[in-house]
């Protein structure tokens, strides 16, 4: 459409068929003195004014005030006057600064004699005023339209629904208007669905033209409209006064003057509150997030129900608990979850800032609320219930915000119980909050209540199951013999919080430790709970030193006894610092990365293995040296897989961000979880596990071997007390000597034929060793006074800060830990 003759058409009034019609729509822009800044070619048109009349003029000279309708002798050049009841704010309240939130309303005026445009009679305008907050001198916007020519069809009917057509592109204008773009800014916020781009354009045909397009939409609503009823209330409201005045003068009152409609204005307020409900219950409850949902509560009621909305939640809810027992008393903690207001920004901030936890005391209405569970409705808080509440306080006077306003607070229940409740507040000039509000904001009430306890089920439940695999998952220590350890746990965000990944490390003899990654095949608490059971078995067979291969065995063979319901996989790494080797087994997982220590990556070449629970299949270890420096990185196949991607993009992103220099283990981390989580909505869980391989040198490992005579004790005493001193470690001699005695002793004691060893291995602790060809573990006993035996281990046991036994492939091995502390 070409638009550039735009400004000569008329106006389309589109009545008759139904179809959007092109209506002017005055426009007008008032500064901080109260005076006309902008005025629209439409608001010539409708108030009759020009421009260079208007501009600069007082507002309340121009446009409809309130008052009572006058008779016709008093109408002004203008026509400055008009009827309200007494259900909403008044233009001139807005106009001189009395309002500070969106206003809406009707007003009638007079066509003026030799107004050519229109015919002469009076005129209904509907009318609506959006304070400007920022910088600028612009204060006020001001929009009305011709009433009749917005409704054709219906002319009692004041709630205009408002769509703006687009404009077409190239289709540029020019306005001295300095607001302007600030002002394009702020129309989404009057039309919600709107974007900056389209107000930009709607705001350039505004200023320029005067009108852009009204019509019958049921897609944007003005959130701010004339309160229920209004137009057909101000008209009775009209007839009384004018009835009124007939009457006082002793003269019959005319039949139009009479009150008849009566009934079809109740059927009117009744179906405006339906739809009220109606448009409020598709607004909430889009997400189970539980502070979303609270946000959403408070926003569909403010402004167009009230103009303060402040949410209050039991502790339990807040703190994701079980369902709340009992009814609430003066000790219940009630959390403000959100709080939602028409004020300028920050008046409520600190006076009663969200997150705050308090109760309320039994002679409040909030507590009666509470303890019925039913709503209550305090048309005006006086001076005496302000004080009241406001003691609840402390070192803060709410009275201001509070004193003189309409109350309505109404509960929060799901299932009979009362989950919180909402404190709902009307400004002094907005009408009362009356009987049929309390029914309407108990049924908004309801219908918040079980969205809230929808959100507060889930938001349980996913708590729970956080904590189930929370517990599961170890809390490994970041330095183990020879190597330093980083991992990273992320939930899924698509299919579940909660999954079946893992990761593990134990400590085995001989200062190896095992590396462990696994994931269990789907989501939700059974696949948590099934990776604890194979996590623990996992922690078992690896503390009795079972080979990796031998180790997946019979993890296969347990998970089929569980159940065939789930599978598996499993990466299991033992790592000897001394040997400076890797022994890895994989039961169908994606194979490690190994970081050389010069730079280069590479994805490890394991037997790929069937997934655990499958039964059946063989597994294989595979031997891998490494070197001082180099890193190992394990992780799970969420990291890797991205929805309509080969995985193998994935593992070259892996190798490549693992290689990528870091300060730290952590850093380096956070760098491969950078490189791969960029997709965002990542459905599955992650688990990354990366060891820094540092090994031991031969200067820290000392071996002995002796011979199966009791003289050998001795021999050993003074081996490990002279390389105790060697090591600057003397401290511990003394100690380390006797706790090598008993262990000395007791190998010669039950060895067969094989030479007992002894090795020393300094670390972070100082790790003894001995090795004998017996199968038999010993056990810790209690030894009686009379008894000759038994009492080593429990001198071991009481001096060393870590023993255990292992059996190997040609007996035991029995160990301690001293702390080290160097001299």
């Known amino acids: 459409m070409d638009r550039g003759s735009e400004r000569d058409r008329p106006p389309s009034r589109g009545a008759g068929d139904g179809a959007a019609g092109r209506i ?277 009621v403010v402004p167009r129900f009230t103009d303060v909305a402040g949410t209050y939640l039991r502790e339990q809810v807040v703190a994701g608990e079980g369902f709340p027992d009992g009814v609430p008393d003066t000790t219940t903690m009630w959390h403000r979850v959100a709080l939602e207001h028409t004020d300028e920004p920050g008046r409520w901030d600190d006076v009663v800032p969200v997150g705050e936890a308090m109760p309320f005391p039994a002679h409040t209405p909030f507590f009666q609320c509470m303890t019925t569970g039913e709503p209550v409705l305090v048309p005006r808080i006086s001076e005496e219930l302000g004080h009241a509440i406001a003691s609840q306080f402390e070192k803060r006077d709410i009275r201001p915000l509070i004193s003189h306003r309409s109350m309505l607070v109404v509960p929060l229940k799901a299932r009979n119980v009362v989950l919180g409740f909402m404190i709902l507040l009307r400004h002094p000039e907005r009408v009362e909050f009356n009987d049929m509000d309390r029914v309407t904001g108990a049924e908004l009430a309801a219908r918040a209540g079980l969205v809230l306890d929808n959100a507060r089920m889930y938001t349980y439940q996913e708590s729970v199951a956080e904590t189930l695999q929370d517990s599961m998952l170890p809390h490994i220590p970041p330095r183990m013999a020879g190597c330093d350890i980083a991992t990273r746990y992320l939930p899924g965000t698509l299919l579940g919080r909660v999954g079946g990944d893992w990761f593990d490390s134990v400590k085995l003899p001989g200062a190896r430790t095992a590396l462990v990654v696994g994931d269990v095949m789907g989501h939700g608490l059974n696949s948590a709970a099934m990776m604890g059971q194979l996590r623990t078995a996992v922690q078992t067979m690896a503390a009795l ?139 599955d869980d992650v688990a990354l596990l990366m060891a820094r391989l540092n090994g031991i040198g031969p200067e820290d490992v000392a071996e002995w071997r002796l011979g199966l005579d009791p003289a050998e004790v001795g021999r050993a005493r003074a081996a490990v007390g002279e390389q105790l001193h060697e090591w600057g470690l003397s401290r511990l001699a003394e100690s380390a000597e006797l706790l090598v005695s008993e262990l000395v002793t007791n190998a010669v004691r039950h060895s067969h034929s094989r030479p007992v060893q002894l090795r020393l291995v300094r670390g972070e602790t100082l790790l003894c060793e001995v090795d004998d060809d017996d199968h038999t573990l010993p056990t810790l006993l209690s030894a009686g006074p009379e008894d000759e035996s038994g009492r080593g281990l429990r001198v071991v046991s009481t001096l060393a800060r870590e023993w255990g036994t292992s059996r190997t492939n040609a007996g035991k091995t029995v160990w301690f830990e001293l702390t080290a502390r160097r001299r």
Not at 56 to 71: E, F, N, Q, Y
Not at 571 to 589: R, T
């Open 24 to 300: 002017p729509l005055a426009v007008i822009i008032v500064d901080r003195d109260g005076l006309v800044s902008h005025w629209s070619t439409g608001a010539r048109r409708l108030f009759g004014a020009a421009k260079d009349e208007a501009v600069g003029r007082s507002v309340l000279d121009l446009l409809p005030v309130s008052g009572a309708l006058p008779d016709d002798d008093a109408i002004t050049p203008y026509g400055a006057y008009a009827a309200y009841d007494d259900l909403g704010p008044d233009l001139g309240s807005s106009l001189d600064g009395r309002l500070n939130y969106p206003a809406a309303g009707r007003a009638r005026l007079t066509v003026p004699e030799g107004d050519r445009d229109r015919a002469r009679g009076r005129v209904d305008v509907v009318w609506w005023a959006y304070p400007l907050v920022g910088p600028g001198d612009e204060r006020l916007l001001v929009l009305a339209a011709d009433a009749d020519r917005l409704h054709p069809g219906d002319p009692d009917d004041p709630r205009p629904t408002v769509a703006f057509e687009r404009i077409a592109p190239g289709f540029a204008l020019h306005t001295d208007f300095p607001g302007a773009d600030d002002l394009a800014r702020r129309l989404p916020e009057i039309l919600p669905s709107m974007s900056v781009g389209e107000g930009a354009r709607i705001v350039a045909q505004v200023l320029e033209l005067g009108y852009p397009v009204l019509e019958f939409s049921q897609n944007d609503r003005v959130p701010v409209t004339p309160d229920w009823g209004v137009a057909r209330r101000t008209e009775r409201l009209a007839r009384r006064a004018r009835a009124a005045r007939v009457a006082a003068q002793g003269l019959p009152v005319p039949e139009d003057l009479t009150d008849e409609d009566g009934e079809d204005l109740e059927f009117a307020a009744v179906r405006e509150r339906l739809e009220f409900l109606n448009e409020v219950s598709g607004r909430i409850g889009t997400s189970l997030d539980l502070s979303r949902t609270i946000i959403e509560v408070s926003k569909a």
């Open 545 to 683: 030193d079972l080979p990796p291969a031998q180790l997946l065995r019979n993890l296969d063979d347990l998970a089929q006894r569980l159940g065939d319901t789930y599978l598996a996989t499993c990466l299991y790494a033992v790592y000897d610092p001394i040997e400076s080797e890797l022994l890895i087994a994989n039961a169908g997982h994606i194979p490690p990365v190994l970081v050389r220590a010069d730079g280069r990556s590479e994805l490890l070449d394991l037997p790929t293995g069937a997934p655990i629970g499958v039964g059946g299949v063989p597994f294989e270890a595979v031997r891998v040296p490494v070197a001082p420096g180099d890193r190992l990185v394990m992780c799970t196949d969420g990291l890797v897989e991205v929805r309509g991607e080969d995985i193998g993009v994935g593992l070259a992103t892996l190798c490549e961000s693992a290689a990528h220099p870091a300060a730290s283990m952590d850093g380096a981390c956070d760098t491969i979880i950078r490189a791969l989580n960029t997709h965002g909505g990542r459905k």
